[in-house]
């Protein structure tokens, strides 16, 4: 465990100061896909992995703001539709890596869902996907989406002028002791009642409620949400083995042509949501994107393109996808993936 744990921080700590995106969480999972095709047998602590799921929970909650409330209430059915149709392209690429990588149908779809590579590898593993293959395949998917994405967007001309400031909660040491108290109580109550996903989606679902209801405790600290991000990456990385070895070239080969029709869809789908709901292009490309609600709002901020729009429906979609992407993987997989 302490050098699973001393391997995922060196590489975390590497590719912050290179300024990668979701450094923690990609550079603890690249280091221990390495040490573990080298041969080491390493181990992950134990209850990481639900730590780090309710810490992600719990920040993700804190975006539900009084400006997103705002704009779920203007745009709530329309994000409701992005998150569906998110869900249907994440469908249609899997096939693309079903048969160039030559997988079972429940990797190749779980790989393909926008929804987080731990949270991913997690619902995949219960329905015998391959955890590896899955957080590996959504962190280089992610990787591509925040280093073209943006690209794309400004080259295209889309801009933005509005500066937005979002709301800030400071940090409190009772309030964040409450708000984690709180995150593993729902978790473990949710994992008793068999909840899917439960560490992860009972936190979100109660830090939304009393965010939107104007109940500010305390921020997560930055250095917190790193730790769950590495916590999550070596629960993933140590389920790596080298059997992966002979099979990576062809499955990686698989994400290329399969991340490309992914983004050709999304660009489609973001044309479609700014026709229909009457929001900016530029807008809807970013909400569309198949990223993170971190990275994609970020990116939102610093091209000064509708913030508060691009994190509702990122929120918006990342919950569908969670409650949905099992339920219509059996449909998709009776009627489509074989």
């Known amino acids: 465990m302490l050098g699973a744990l001393g ?13 990668t995106p ?10 221990m896909a390495i040490v573990q095709f080298a041969g080491a047998s390493l181990a992950a602590p134990p209850f990481g992995r639900e730590a780090g799921q309710t810490i992600v929970g719990v920040s993700l909650g804190l975006y539900f703001t009084a400006p997103v409330v705002h704009e779920v209430s203007t745009y709530g059915l329309w994000f409701v539709a992005l998150g569906i149709l998110a869900i249907t392209a994440g ?21 393909s869902m926008p929804g987080g590579a731990a949270e991913m ?28 994405v943006p690209a794309f ?17 400071p940090f409190d040491a009772g309030g964040f002791a409450i708000l984690l108290a709180m995150g593993f109580g729902v978790g473990f109550a949710g994992k008793k009642a068999k909840i899917p996903n439960a560490y992860m989606l009972a936190p979100l679902l109660v830090t939304i409620g009393l965010t939107a209801a104007g109940v500010s405790l305390s921020s997560v600290p930055t250095p917190v949400t790193n730790i769950a991000q590495l916590l999550l990456a070596c629960s993933l990385g140590v389920q790596f083995q080298r059997s992966f070895l002979r099979e990576a070239p062809r499955f990686v080969a698989a994400l290329v042509p399969a991340g490309a ?23 809807t490309l970013l909400a569309a994107a198949p990223g993170g609600i971190a990275e994609m709002s970020i990116t939102a901020k610093v091209l000064k393109i509708g913030v508060p729009f691009v994190t509702a429906a990122h929120v918006c979609r990342y919950l569908v996808v969670i409650l949905f992407s099992q339920t219509l993987f059996k449909l998709f997989r009776k009627h489509g993936l074989k």
Do not use: Q
């Not at 391959?130 to 280093?147: E, G, Q, S």
């Open 7 to 19: 391997i995922c921080l060196a590489a975390g700590s590497l590719f912050a100061w290179l300024k």
């Open 22 to 31: 979701i450094p923690w969480m990609i550079g603890p999972l690249l280091a």
């Open 91 to 111: 469908g249609l690429s899997s096939l693309v890596i079903a048969r160039v990588a030559k997988v079972d149908p429940a990797t190749a779809w779980f790989s």
């Open 121 to 148: 590898a997690v619902m995949g593993e219960r329905h015998g996907a391959l955890p590896d293959r899955v957080a590996l395949a959504n962190a280089i998917r992610m990787l591509f989406v925040v280093t073209l």
């Open 153 to 169: 967007i400004t080259y295209a001309g889309f801009a933005g002028a509005a500066d937005y400031t979002p709301i800030t909660t």
């Open 261 to 283: 029709l992914m983004l050709v869809l999304c660009v489609l789908i973001a044309l479609g949501l700014s026709w229909g709901s009457g929001a900016y292009i530029g807008a």
